[in-house]
C-alpha cells in the first residue's frame, strides 16, 4: 500500500502529522498507511492517547501492548 506523507490540505492530516513530526521527528509507517482514511487515524490516535492517558496500565507496560497488537495484526514493526 502507497504511503502518505503529504497532508494535501485535509486538516486532520495537517494536524496530526505537524504533531507526530514534532514529537517524533517524523511520520510513522502506520500513519502513513492509515492517512488514507484521516477519520480513522484520528480515531486510532485518539485511542492510544485515550489508554496512555487513563493511567490503567503502567507506563512500561504500554509499549509492549502496541507490540502485541501488532504481532496480532501481523504488522511486523
Known sequence: MREIEDDGGDPILKELFA???????????????FAHCPPILKAAKQLSAS???????PASLVPL?????ALINGCPF
Do not use: A, D, P, Q
Open 19 to 33: 504533531k507526530e513530526r514534532e514529537l517524533f521527528g517524523g511520520l510513522f509507517n502506520t500513519t502513513k498507511v
Open 65 to 69: 501492548v502496541y507490540l502485541r497488537v
Open 51 to 57: 489508554i496512555e492517558k487513563s493511567g490503567r496500565l
